[in-house]
C-alpha cells in the first residue's frame, strides 16, 4: 500500500473550469479538519463528479473521501447531490480516511534495502526491531546496534513514524548506520519516556482496565477471546496506549499487544460511533438517534459487530459456547467490553473515574497487506468473494465497501477478512449495498460446499443465538434476518449467482427502490392489518419466489 493515498497538495489546478465560477453553479461548505472550506459546484453533480472536484481543488484523492450530509452517508456515487437534497449554502462533512500503514525503504550503509510496511504511529524503535529480524534472515549481524538516519539525522528510538514522514515524500528513505554504542534496550537509552520506569508507583487506570461483559453467565467465551482480552488488558496494564485509527469515521482504537510490538485487538466505544456524542471525526450528533446508514441506531455499531461475529458460523454449525472455529465468513473474534483508558476521546476531563469506562466491541486485530480497495478484485479466489456474498446477503449489510475487507496472503493465495459489521442488520433494505456486485466472481456458480452451508442456515436459530448472548433483534431487525436468510437459501437453491441474489436487495440508484422494497409493499398492502409476522412472511415469500424465478 503507499502512502500516497492522500495527497495533502491539490494534485492539479485548473483555473476557470471546475473550481470556478457558474451561473448555474451553487456554492456548498465542506468541513475538513476542523475548517470550512467554501466550494462552487453544480446542483447537477453526481457524488462521483464532487468528490473529483474535491480532489483536483483540494487535493485529497477520491477513494479516500467520504462525505455525509444530513446525517447521512452520501455513498452512492452515481446519484446526484441535490437527490440527497444537497442546495446551495449546505455543509457537508468530509472524512478523509487516511492509511494508517506507511512504505518505509530502509537502506544499510552497505547498500541492502529492505521495504516495510509500518503503521504510521508505531515508533523508531519498532522499525529498528523489525530490521533487525529481517537482517537476520540474511546474515547482516547485530543489526539491532544500528542507528536509523533520516537525511543524515538520528532518530531518537521514540519519535513517531507518523512525524518522521510528515517531513518526506511518500516513501521515507533511511539508512541504517553501525553506531558506536546504541544501549539495546529502550529504558538504558531513555528512561524517563518509559512511563513504568518515571512512575513506577503510578497504578493502572484501574484494577482490570479491560473487563468483558457477558449478559448470559451460561455462555462462555473461547480460549481465543480470552487470549485477546488478557493480552489487551495486559498490555494496558503495562502503560501500552490504545492509538486511535486516522481510518473510518468512529473512534477505533488499536490494543497492543503488552510488549508494545504488535496490536492485539481493536476497540471500538459506543459514544465515539459516528453521530454520537463522543465522535473524534467531529461529526455533528444525530437529530432522531438514526445512524449514517438508514435503518441503523447511533449505539448500536458495536452489538451488530458483535452479532456479526456470533453468526458467522464456522462450516460444522451454529457457533456453540466457547468455540474457537473460524467462522465460515471469516469475521474475526469480536466480544463487548467495558474500557477505561486516557486516550479515549472524552467530551470532558479526564479523571479516570466510572463514568469515564466505555463501552464497545473488542475485535481480534488481523495481520493484512492492506484492503480490496488497494488493489483490483481480479486476483482474489472466486471463494474468498463468496463467503463474503454469503455473510453480506444473510445480514443485508449496509456497509459492505472494498475498504471494509481486508486482505492478507498465505503464500501465494489471497485471504480475504471482513470487517467493519455495525451497519448489518438493518431495520430496511434502503441503504444494502455490495461493492462485489461488480466483481466477475459474484458470477461465478456457488461450490457445492458453499450450497451445504447456505442451506444449513436457520434464522430462528440465529435469534436464539443472539438472544442467548444478550442481543434481543428489535421485531424490524428479525425480520430483515429471516428474509435475507430466506432469499439467500431460495436463490442458492435454483443455481442463482451471488450477483443475482445480491442486486434483489440492493438499489440501483438512491430513489429507484429495490426488488427487496417492492416486495415488501406489496406484502404490506396485500395483507390485513394484526396479520401475524408468519402470516407476513408467508406473502413475502410468495413474492420472493416469483422475484426469483423471473430471475432464472
Ligand atoms: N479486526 C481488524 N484487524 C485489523 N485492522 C482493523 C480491524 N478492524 C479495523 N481495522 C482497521 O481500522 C480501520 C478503521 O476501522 P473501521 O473501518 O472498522 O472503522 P469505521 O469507523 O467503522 O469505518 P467506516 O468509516 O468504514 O465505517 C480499518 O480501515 C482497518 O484498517
Not at 134 to 163: M, P, S, Y
Not at 215 to 221: C, M, Q, R, W
Not at 360 to 375: A, T, V
Not at 388 to 409: K, W
Request: hydrophobic share 35%; glycine share 8%; aromatic share 6%.
Amino acid at each position: 500500500m503507499s502512502v500516497a493515498g492522500v495527497a495533502l497538495r491539490p494534485i492539479h489546478k485548473r483555473s476557470g473550469s471546475v473550481c470556478s465560477r457558474s451561473s448555474e453553479s451553487i456554492v456548498i461548505y465542506l468541513t475538513v479538519a476542523g475548517s470550512v472550506i467554501p466550494m462552487r459546484i453544480m446542483e447537477s453533480d453526481s457524488i462521483a463528479a464532487v468528490k473529483l472536484k474535491i480532489q483536483i481543488c483540494k487535493g485529497f484523492v477520491v477513494k479516500k473521501q467520504k462525505l455525509v450530509f444530513g446525517g447521512r452517508e452520501l455513498s452512492r456515487n452515481n446519484s446526484l447531490l441535490k437527490d440527497y437534497g444537497v442546495s446551495s449554502g449546505d455543509v457537508l462533512h468530509l472524512i478523509l480516511r487516511v492509511s494508517d500503514l506507511l512504505v518505509i525503504t530502509v537502506k544499510s550503509a552497505i547498500g541492502k534495502q529492505f521495504e516495510f510496511e509500518v503503521d504510521r504511529f508505531r515508533n523508531v524503535r519498532y522499525l529498528r526491531q523489525l530490521v533487525a529480524e529481517k537482517a537476520k534472515g540474511i546474515g547482516f549481524i547485530n543489526a539491532d546496534d544500528h542507528k536509523i538516519l533520516c537525511n543524515g539525522e538520528d532518530l531518537d528510538d521514540q519519535r513517531l513514524i507518523d512525524d518522521v514522514w510528515k517531513k518526506n515524500d511518500a516513501v521515507i528513505h533511511l539508512v541504517v548506520q553501525k553506531s558506536g554504542e546504541v544501549p539495546s534496550s529502550l529504558d538504558e537509552r531513555n528512561p524517563e519516556k518509559d512511563d513504568r520506569k518515571s512512575n513506577p508507583k503510578k497504578p493502572p487506570d484501574i484494577d482490570s482496565p479491560l473487563q468483558p461483559i457477558i449478559v448470559n453467565p451460561g455462555s462462555k467465551l473461547s480460549p481465543t477471546i480470552w487470549s485477546m482480552l488478557d493480552s489487551t488488558s495486559e498490555g494496558l496494564q503495562k502503560g501500552k496506549k490504545p492509538i486511535r485509527s486516522s481510518e473510518g469515521t468512529g473512534g477505533t482504537y488499536f490494543m497492543q499487544h503488552p510488549s508494545g510490538n504488535r496490536y492485539v485487538a481493536v476497540f471500538k466505544p459506543i459514544d465515539e460511533e459516528p453521530m454520537a456524542v463522543n465522535n473524534p471525526q467531529g461529526l455533528p450528533v444525530s437529530s432522531n438517534g438514526e445512524g449514517l446508514k438508514r435503518g441503523t441506531k447511533v449505539g448500536e455499531g458495536a452489538f451488530r459487530e458483535v452479532a456479526a461475529y456470533l453468526l458467522d458460523h464456522p462450516k460444522s454449525g451454529p457457533r456453540t459456547s466457547g468455540d474457537m472455529e473460524t467462522g465460515f465468513a471469516g469475521v474475526p473474534p469480536t466480544v463487548m467490553v467495558k474500557c477505561l483508558n486516557g486516550e479515549f476521546n472524552h467530551l470532558g476531563d479526564y479523571d479516570g473515574g466510572p463514568e469515564n469506562i466505555k463501552v464497545g466491541s473488542l475485535q481480534m486485530f488481523m495481520k493484512n497487506c492492506g484492503s480490496c480497495e488497494d488493489m483490483g478484485p481480479r486476483d482474489f479466489p472466486v471463494e474468498e468473494v463468496h463467503k463474503i456474498t454469503v455473510f453480506d446477503i444473510r445480514t443485508a449489510n449496509a456497509d459492505r465497501h472494498a475498504g471494509n475487507i481486508l486482505m492478507n496472503r498465505e503464500g501465494d493465495r489471497i485471504v480475504l477478512i471482513p470487517i467493519d459489521h455495525g451497519y448489518c442488520l438493518p431495520e430496511n433494505f434502503e441503504d444494502c449495498t455490495f461493492d462485489w456486485l461488480y466483481w466477475p466472481q459474484a458470477r461465478e456458480p456457488y461450490s457445492r460446499e458453499t450450497l451445504d452451508y447456505i442451506q444449513s442456515l436457520d434464522a430462528e436459530q440465529d435469534l436464539a443465538l443472539l438472544s442467548s448472548n444478550g442481543w434481543n433483534l428489535s421485531p424490524e431487525c428479525a425480520r430483515t434476518l429471516r428474509i435475507s436468510t430466506m432469499l439467500l437459501k431460495k436463490g442458492a437453491a435454483r443455481g442463482l449467482s451471488a450477483y443475482a441474489i445480491g442486486r434483489i436487495l440492493c438499489r440501483e440508484t438512491l430513489h429507484k427502490e429495490s426488488a427487496i422494497e417492492k416486495i415488501l409493499e406489496k406484502a404490506h398492502s396485500s395483507t390485513l392489518p394484526g396479520t401475524s409476522e408468519a402470516g407476513f412472511l408467508k406473502t413475502v415469500t410468495d413474492l420472493l419466489d416469483f422475484e426469483l424465478d423471473k430471475a432464472l
